[in-house]
C-alpha cells in the first residue's frame, strides 16, 4: 500500500467552520492549533499535561460502529491536529458569546460568582457544556464527574457546583444540601446558611433571571461531516510534519500492512501516553500509525462467559459497557467489572478517560496503571491481530512485566480484550490510595480475587496484583500459591500480611518515595480485602459512602449588593483578554529560558554553538547583554559565574517560534565545577549557620521564671512544608519595544506592574518615564506575580533591546514551578507552660523558615510570622523568634498570608499539645487563653477582641459543635479501622503592610463628554475583584449607575508609582482613591447639579464641558502610618485585624490514610462587606487553597535539590470533590472599621488560615486512634496531613510488620526541606 510523500488535506470543523490544513503537522496539538492558528484564545494553556482542564473543548464524532454522534469533553492540549480528521471542535468561542448570544451555562457561572480570575472558567464552561449536551438534566453525581478534571486556585469550586447544579434534576437554586433550596436563602431559622443573620447576605444571585436551556438552540453536527461518515474515505491519509509522519489507514487490512511496514511505529490513540512522553521525555516517534478510522477496533461483543471490548474504545466508553453488563447479570458475575468501574470513577478526569482508549491503556503498562492489576486477577485475555493471523495472550504478569516471550510482536496490534465473568463463590476487589480522590496518579493500588472451594471458606485460587510499588505491576504470585487451601481466617491474614511484605519488596531509595506508607498499603490493602470477602461471605456488605444591605440604601447604590465579577460574562465565554492573549504582533519572537542543574556550582562554560544553529534561533541573551543592572550582588536576573540553585536562570534563547527556542534550549551545553556546602533543609541550613537575615524577636512577660511556676511544662516540634502558587495562568510577558526613544511597552501578568518597570528601566538603563507596563487581568497571583514578573519582564526586556524585536515570554508549567519558588516552608519549636486547668502561663516559639537562596521577601516573611504568631491568644510570657534559612533551593516568596498559615499552625498545635496533656478538648484550652476584652498585642498594638469573641461563638452555634464532638465520639467507639474528628479555630489576622510608604493609592477619573466615565487605579485585577468593587464605589460616590462606568487596564502610564495589589489592602486603600477622586469631581459640579436639580448626568457633564471644569481628576489616599520598631518590640504596624472562625469534621480511613471532609462553617468579621459576593468567593477560595497546603500539596525535591512535582500530576491541589460535602459560610453583621471604605474590610487573605481547621480535624481523628491504640507518645505534627502522614500515625500491627530501612544505608528518593 502506497504511502505518499505529499500531505493529504485534514478536514475537521471549528465551531461549525470548516478547516482544510494542507500541511498538518502532527506534533501540533488542538491547543496551539486553535489559539495560534485561528485566534481563537478562550481556550487556555495552564499545564500542558492534561492535568488541569484549563483548555477543555467539545469534540463531536460519529461513532463508526452505532453510528450515533458521540459529544465528548477533552483537554486540547494532548489532542494532536491530525486526530481530528472527520470530528466537529467546539470551543467556549462558539458556545456563545457577549457580542451574539450567551449561553446558559456560560450566563448562569458568571452570574452565580462562579469566576474569579477567570482563567480555569472557558474549561469549566466547556466540561459543563458538553455534559448538558449529553444529559440536559444532569445528576449531580455527573456534574461533579464532568467537572472532576478542571482545576480553580481561586473560587473554591462552591459557586461553580452552585452554577451548574441550577441545571440538575429537580435544581432549585444550588442546592447546597440536596434540600432543593439555595443555601443563600435559607433563613434565619437554618443554622448552617450562608447569609445567616446577615443583613448583607440573603441572596448572592437571583436564579429567576436565567434563561433557560433549550438543547435546539445548540451547533448542529455538520451536515458535510455526516456524509463523509455515511461513505467513509477507506483512503490512507497521510499528514508529514518537519519531523513526523501521521499516517491514518482507512482499512484493517491496511492497518496491519502498515504495522508490518512500520513495526517501530506506535498507534496513536488518546496520546495520554505518548503525548506526555514526547514532551516531557523528549522522545520522538517518526511515524506514527492512527487507527481511529478503524471500526473493527470498536467492537464490543457479549458472550455467555465474558465480554469482548475492542482496544480503541475509550475508557469512558469502556465504563459504559461494564455498567451496562453490570446492570443485566447477577453480582456473581461481575466482580471483575464492578471492581473495574470502581477504579475507572477515579482514574483521571471525564476529559481523558474520553481519550485514552483500553488499548493504549494496557499497552503503556504504567507501573500505576488503574486497571491492569484488575485485568490480571480478573484472567483477561489480550486479543492479538497481525498480518500473520491472530492470537491470544494472558494479561499476565509477565506480560505486565514486559518480557519477551509475554508479549505483543512488533508487527502485532491489539485487537480486543477478553474479560471473563467471574463465578458465585468468586470475590474480586480494587484498592487505589491517591492524595486526593480523584484526578490524581495513585500512590498504590491493587487488584485481589479469591475463589473458595464451592461452600466453604477454603482458597481454591488467589491472585493479587500491585501498581505503585515497582518499575511494573507486580504480581504477589508466590504468596498466593503458598495460601491455597487455607481457610479465610485471621491467622491466614497474618500471615498473608507477612508473606505480601516479603514478596512486593520496595526498596528505601524507590523512585517516588513514601516507602514506608506503600509498604502499610501493601498490607492494609490486603486486610481491607480480607474483612470485605469475610462480609461477603457472611452476606452483610456494607458499602463505604461516596464519597442584605440597609434598606434605605438607593437602588442604584451597588454598594454592599452581590454584583457579579464585571469580567464574569467574558471569563464564561473566553473573550477575556489576559496576557498571552493578545494576538502576536509584529516580527515577534518568542523566549525560552536555560536553567541551572546544578544546586551550587561554578559555571565553568556555557557553549551556545549548537543551539545558535538550530533554524529559527535568532539569539541567545546572556548577562554580558544586559547594558544596564544585572539584578542585585545576590540574586542576579541571569546567572553570572555561579549559580546558587537548580532553577536558577543563565541565560535566555530567542527564536521565531516557541517550539524552536524551546528546542534549541536542549542544545546549550554547560559544564559546572560543584561547590561546598550544599545545603537543602532547614536542619542543615542551622547546622552551618546559613541565614539570609538577624533573628527577629519579640518577647513579653518574664518567662524563663514563669516556666518555673506552671504545673507543667510540654515541648513539640511542627514541620509545615511549604506551597507552590499554582495560578492558573503561568507567567508571562510581552515586550514590544517602540521605534522612538527607547520607549517599550510590556504586557505582563504581575501583582506590581510599578516594580516591572522600575526593574526593567535599572536593567536597561533607561528612564522609568519610557516603559509602560499594562496589566489587563491576572489569571491569578496569591503572592506569587509580586516579585518575580520583574525578573521575566525584565530579561524579555534585553532581548527586545537586542534584537530589536518584540518579544513573548510564557513560562511551561514545569518551568514555572521549577523557578518560581512560594510559600517558606517552616520548622517551629515550641516550649509552653501551662497550668493543670489549661492556662497557658508562658510560650516560647522558635521558628525557622527556608528562604531558598536569595533575601527575596523572607526578611519581612519572617517578621510578619512573628508578629501574627500569638493568633488569638493572649499569654503574659511570650518569647517568639524567627529565623530565615539561606539555602540552594529556588528562592521562597510571598504567598498568600505571608508566613501567618504556617506560623500559626505551630501556635496551634501547642494549643493541642496542652489540651491532650491536661486531658480536656482543645477548644477548652483556646477559649480559656482567648483575647477577651481591650488589650494590646504582644507588640503592644491596642486593639478590641470582640468580634473575635463573637466569631467564635457564632462558629460553635452554627456547626452544632458540640453536639458534632459528641456524635464524633459515638462514632469512635463503633469504628476500630475509622475514626471522626472535630476542630475548631479561632483567628486574628492583622491585614496591611508593616510599611508606612505601602498605606497609599492613587486613582485617575475622566469624565467624557458623553457622559460615560473612565476609571483607572493603582490596583491589578488577579480575579479578587478589585475593579468590580472599585466601580462600586464610583457609582456610589458619582450616583450613577455602573452601566456609566468602565475600568480599561491597569497602566503605569496612568497612574505612577503604585504599590503591589496584596496584603489584602488592595480594595480599601484603591476604594479611598477613587472615592476621593469621585469626591474632586462631584465637588467641581456640584455648582451646575445645583442650577439644574432635574437635570440628567449626560446634561451636567454638557454643561460642565461648555463651562470649560476640568473632567478629570486624581484621587490619592495617605493611608495608615505603620510603625514598627523591633528594637524596643513595639509599634503599630497593621492597620486592622480580621476575625473568623472555622469548625471542621472529617473522617479517616485509618488503614489508608484517606479523609473525606464531612462538614466546614466558617464565621468571619467582614465588617460592611462592599460587594458579599466577592468577599465570601474570596474566602472559601482562601479556605480551599489552605486546606490545600495542610493537607494535600506536597512539593518533592530529589536529594540534589531536583523539584519532582512540577505539574498538577505530582503536586496536587484540591479539586471539586476535595470541598466539604458540607460548606457554609457566613459574615457577621456589621461592625465598623473607620479605617476602610465604607467600613469594609479586606479578606483576601485570612480564610486561607481557616483551612488548618481541616488539619486539625485529621489530627484529632489521627489521636482518637492512637489513643484506642494505647499509644502514648506524642506524633510528631507534620503538615500537609497527607494520606501517607494518617496512615503511618495511625500506628498498628501493619505499619510494625513493615520492615524498616536503616535511613544510613541507601540515598532517598526525595528529601524534606522543612
Ligand atoms: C492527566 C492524566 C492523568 C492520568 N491518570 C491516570 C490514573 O489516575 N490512573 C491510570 O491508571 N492512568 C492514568 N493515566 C494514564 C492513562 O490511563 C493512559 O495514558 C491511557 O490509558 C493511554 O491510552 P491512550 O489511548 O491515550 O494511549 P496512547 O498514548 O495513544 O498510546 C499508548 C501506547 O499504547 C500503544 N497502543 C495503543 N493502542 C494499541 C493497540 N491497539 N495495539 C497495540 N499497541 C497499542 C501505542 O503504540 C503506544 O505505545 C493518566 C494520563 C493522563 C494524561
Ligand atoms: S493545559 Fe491542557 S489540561 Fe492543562
Ligand atoms: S477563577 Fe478558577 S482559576 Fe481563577
Not at 1223 to 1248: A, R
Request: one cysteine or more; hydrophobic letters at 35%; glycine letters at 8%.
Amino acid at each position: 500500500m502506497p504511502c505518499p510523500s505529499r500531505s493529504d488535506e485534514l478536514v475537521f470543523f471549528v465551531n461549525g467552520r470548516k478547516v482544510i490544513e494542507r500541511n498538518a503537522d502532527p506534533e501540533v496539538t488542538l491547543l496551539s492549533f486553535l489559539r495560534k492558528n485561528l485566534r481563537l484564545t478562550g481556550t487556555k494553556y495552564a499545564c500542558g499535561r492534561g492535568g488541569c482542564g484549563a483548555c477543555t473543548v467539545m469534540v463531536s464524532k460519529r461513532d463508526p460502529t452505532s453510528q450515533e454522534i458521540r459529544h465528548f469533553s477533552v483537554t486540547a492540549c494532548l489532542v494532536p491536529i491530525c486526530s481530528l480528521y472527520g470530528a466537529a471542535v467546539t470551543t467556549v468561542e462558539g458556545v456563545g458569546s457577549m457580542k451574539t448570544r450567551l449561553h446558559p451555562v456560560q450566563e448562569r457561572i458568571a452570574k452565580s460568582h462562579g469566576t474569579q480570575c477567570g482563567f480555569c472558567t472557558p474549561g469549566m464552561v466547556m466540561s459543563m457544556y458538553t455534559l448538558l449536551r449529553n444529559h440536559p438534566q444532569p445528576s449531580e453525581e455527573q456534574l461533579l464527574e464532568a467537572l472532576g478534571g478542571n482545576l480553580c486556585r481561586c473560587t473554591g469550586y462552591r459557586p461553580i457546583l452552585a452554577s451548574g447544579k441550577t441545571f440538575c434534576l429537580e435544581s432549585n437554586g444550588c442546592q447546597q444540601k440536596g434540600t432543593g433550596k439555595c443555601c443563600l436563602d435559607l433563613g434565619e431559622n437554618d443554622s448552617s446558611s450562608l447569609g445567616r443573620k446577615s443583613d448583607i447576605c440573603t441572596e448572592l444571585f437571583v436564579k429567576e433571571e436565567f434563561q433557560p436551556l433549550d438543547p435546539t438552540q445548540e451547533l448542529i453536527f455538520p451536515p458535510e461531516l455526516l456524509r463523509m461518515t455515511e461513505n467513509p474515505e477507506k483512503r490512507t491519509l497521510t499528514f508529514h510534519g518537519e519531523r513526523v509522519t501521521w499516517i491514518s489507514p482507512g482499512t484493517f487490512k491496511d492497518l496491519l500492512e502498515l504495522k508490518a511496514k512500520h513495526p517501530e511505529a506506535p498507534l496513536i490513540l488518546g496520546n495520554t501516553s505518548l503525548g506526555p512522553a514526547m514532551r516531557s521525555k523528549g522522545c520522538l516517534y517518526p511515524i506514527l500509525l492512527s487507527p481511529a478510522r478503524i471500526s473493527e477496533l470498536n467492537v464490543v461483543s457479549k458472550t455467555n462467559d465474558g465480554l469482548t471490548i475492542g482496544a480503541g474504545c475509550s475508557l469512558a466508553q469502556v465504563k459504559d459497557i461494564l455498567a451496562e453488563r453490570v446492570s443485566e447479570l447477577p453480582e456473581e458475575k461481575t466482580q471483575t467489572y464492578r471492581a473495574l468501574l470502581k477504579h475507572l470513577k477515579s482514574l483521571a478526569s471525564q476529559q481523558i478517560r474520553n481519550m485514552a482508549s483500553l488499548g493504549g491503556h494496557i499497552i503503556s503498562r504504567h507501573s500505576y496503571s488503574d486497571l491492569n492489576p484488575i485485568l490480571a486477577v480478573g484472567n483477561a485475555t489480550l486479543n492479538l491481530t497481525s498480518e500473520e493471523g491472530t492470537r491470544r495472550i494472558p494479561l499476565s504478569e509477565h506480560f505486565l512485566a514486559g518480557l519477551a516471550s509475554a508479549d505483543l510482536k512488533p508487527e502485532e496490534i491489539l485487537e480486543s480484550v477478553y474479560i471473563p465473568h467471574s463465578q458465585k463463590w468468586e470475590f474480586v476487589s480494587a484498592f487505589r490510595q491517591a492524595q486526593c480522590q480523584q484526578n490524581a496518579l495513585p500512590d498504590v493500588n491493587a487488584g485481589m480475587r479469591v475463589l473458595f472451594k464451592e461452600g466453604t471458606d477454603i482458597i481454591e485460587d488467589l491472585s493479587i496484583t500491585y501498581g505503585g510499588v515497582g518499575a511494573a505491576t507486580v504480581s504477589a504470585h508466590k504468596s498466593c500459591q503458598q495460601l491455597l487451601g487455607r481457610q479465610w481466617d485471621e491467622l491466614m491474614l497474618d500471615e498473608a500480611c507477612r508473606r505480601l511484605l516479603d514478596e512486593v519488596s520496595l526498596p528505601g531509595w524507590a523512585p517516588g518515595g513514601r516507602v514506608e506508607f506503600k509498604r502499610t498499603l501493601v498490607v492494609s490493602f490486603f486486610f481491607k480485602f480480607y474483612l470485605q470477602v469475610l462480609q461477603e461471605l457472611k452476606k452483610l456488605i456494607k458499602p463505604f459512602p461516596v464519597p442584605s444591605v440597609d434598606s434605605h440604601q438607593p437602588l442604584q447604590d451597588p454598594v454592599g449588593r452581590p454584583v457579579m465579577h464585571l469580567s464574569g460574562l467574558k471569563h464564561a465565554t473566553g473573550e477575556a483578554e489576559f496576557c498571552d492573549d493578545i494576538p502576536m504582533v509584529d516580527k515577534e519572537l518568542c523566549m525560552a529560558l536555560v536553567t541551572s542543574t546544578r544546586a551550587y556550582a561554578k559555571i565553568i562554560s556555557v557553549d551556545l554553538s549548537e543551539a545558535l544553529e538550530i533554524p529559527g534561533v535568532v539569539d541567545v541573551i546572556t548577562a554580558k547583554d544586559i547594558p544596564g543592572i544585572n539584578g542585585t550582588k545576590d540574586d542576579k536576573l541571569l546567572a553570572v559565574d555561579e549559580v546558587l540553585c537548580v532553577g536558577q536562570i543563565i541565560c535566555a534563547v530567542v527564536a521565531e517560534t516557541d517550539v524552536q527556542a524551546k528546542r534549541a534550549i536542549e542544545k546549550i551545553k554547560i559544564t559546572y565545577e560543584e561547590l561546598e556546602p550544599i545545603i537543602f533543609t532547614i536542619e542543615d541550613a542551622i547546622k552551618h549557620n546559613s541565614f539570609l537575615c538577624p533573628e527577629k524577636k519579640l518577647e513579653q512577660g518574664n518567662i524563663e521564671e514563669a516556666f518555673e511556676k506552671v504545673d507543667q511544662i510540654v515541648e513539640g516540634e511542627v514541620h509545615v512544608g511549604g506551597q507552590e502558587h499554582f495560578y492558573m495562568e503561568t507567567q508571562r510577558v510581552l515586550v514590544i519595544p517602540k521605534t522612538e526613544d527607547k520607549e517599550l511597552d510590556i504586557y505582563v501578568s504581575t501583582q506590581d506592574p510599578a516594580h516591572v518597570q522600575k526593574t526593567v528601566s535599572s536593567t536597561l538603563n533607561i528612564p522609568i518615564n519610557r516603559i509602560t507596563c499594562h496589566v489587563k487581568r491576572v489569571g491569578g497571583g496569591f503572592g506569587g506575580k509580586i516579585g518575580r514578573p520583574a525578573v521575566f519582564g525584565a530579561i524579555a526586556a534585553v532581548g527586545a533591546l537586542k534584537t530589536g524585536h518584540p518579544i513573548r515570554l510564557v513560562l511551561d508549567r514545569e518551568d514555572d514551578m521549577l523557578i518560581t519558588g512560594g510559600r517558606h516552608p517552616l520548622f517551629g519549636k515550641y516550649k509552653v507552660g501551662f497550668m493543670n486547668n489549661g492556662r497557658i502561663k508562658a510560650l516560647d516559639i522558635e521558628c525557622f523558615i527556608n528562604g531558598g537562596c536569595t533575601l527575596d521577601d523572607s526578611e519581612l516573611v519572617t517578621e510578619f510570622l512573628i508578629l501574627k504568631l500569638e493568633n488569638a491568644y493572649k499569654i503574659r510570657n511570650l518569647r517568639f523568634r524567627g529565623r530565615a534559612c539561606l539555602t540552594n533551593l529556588p528562592s521562597n516568596t510571598a504567598f498568600r498570608g505571608f508566613g501567618f498559615p504556617q506560623g500559626t499552625l505551630v501556635t496551634e498545635s501547642c494549643i493541642t499539645a496542652v489540651a491532650a496533656k491536661c486531658g480536656l478538648p482543645p477548644e477548652k484550652i483556646r477559649e480559656k487563653n482567648m483575647y477577651r476584652t481591650v488589650d494590646k498585642t504582644i507588640y503592644k498594638q491596642a486593639f478590641n477582641p470582640e468580634s473575635l469573641i463573637r466569631c467564635w461563638n457564632e462558629c460553635l452555634d452554627v456547626s452544632s459543635f458540640h453536639n458534632r464532638r459528641k456524635q464524633a465520639e459515638e462514632f469512635n467507639k463503633k469504628n476500630y479501622w475509622k475514626k471522626r474528628g472535630v476542630a475548631v479555630i479561632p483567628m486574628k489576622f492583622s491585614v496591611g503592610f508593616a510599611a508606612t510608604s505601602y498605606h497609599q493609592a492613587a486613582a485617575l477619573v475622566h469624565i467624557y463628554t458623553d457622559g460615560s466615565v473612565l476609571v483607572t487605579h493603582g490596583g491589578n485585577e488577579l480575579g479578587q475583584g478589585i475593579h468590580t468593587k472599585m466601580l462600586q464605589v464610583a457609582s456610589r460616590e458619582l450616583k450613577i449607575p455602573m452601566s456609566h462606568l468602565h475600568i480599561c487596564e491597569t497602566s503605569t502610564a496612568m497612574v505612577p508609582n503604585t504599590i503591589a495589589t496584596a496584603a489584602s489592602v488592595g480594595a480599601d486603600i484603591n476604594g479611598k482613591a477613587v472615592q476621593n477622586a469621585c469626591q474632586i469631581l462631584l465637588k467641581r459640579l456640584e455648582p451646575i447639579i445645583k442650577k439644574n436639580p432635574e437635570g440628567t448626568w449626560e446634561e451636567w457633564i454638557e454643561a460642565a464641558f461648555e463651562q470649560r471644569i476640568s473632567l478629570s481628576a486624581t484621587g490619592y489616599f495617605r493611608g495608615y502610618k505603620a510603625f514598627m520598631d523591633w528594637e524596643k518590640g513595639e509599634g503599630d504596624p497593621f492597620p486592622y485585624y480580621v476575625y473568623g472562625a472555622a469548625c471542621s469534621e472529617v473522617e479517616i480511613d485509618c488503614l489508608t490514610g484517606a479523609h473525606k471532609k464531612i462538614r466546614t462553617d466558617i464565621v468571619m468579621d467582614a465588617c460592611c462587606s462592599l460587594n458579599p459576593a466577592i468577599d465570601i468567593g474570596q474566602i472559601e477560595g482562601a479556605f480551599i487553597q489552605g486546606m490545600g497546603l495542610y493537607t494535600t500539596e506536597e512539593l518533592k525535591y530529589s536529594p540534589e535539590g531536583v523539584l519532582y512535582s512540577r505539574g498538577p500530576d505530582e503536586y496536587k491541589i484540591p479539586t471539586i470533590s476535595d470541598v466539604p460535602e458540607e460548606f457554609n459560610v457566613s459574615l457577621l453583621p456589621s461592625s465598623q472599621t473607620p479605617l476602610t471604605i465604607y467600613s469594609s474590610k479586606g479578606l483576601g487573605e485570612s480564610g486561607m488560615f481557616l483551612g488548618s481547621s481541616v488539619f486539625f480535624a485529621i489530627t484529632d481523628a489521627v489521636a482518637a486512634a492512637r489513643k484506642e491504640r494505647d499509644i502514648a507518645e506524642d506524633f510528631t505534627v507534620k503538615s500537609p496531613a497527607t494520606p501517607e502522614w494518617v496512615r503511618m500515625a495511625c500506628a498498628d500491627r501493619f505499619t510494625e510488620m513493615i520492615p524498616r530501612d536503616d535511613p544510613k544505608t541507601f540515598k532517598p528518593w526525595s528529601i524534606t526541606v522543612a
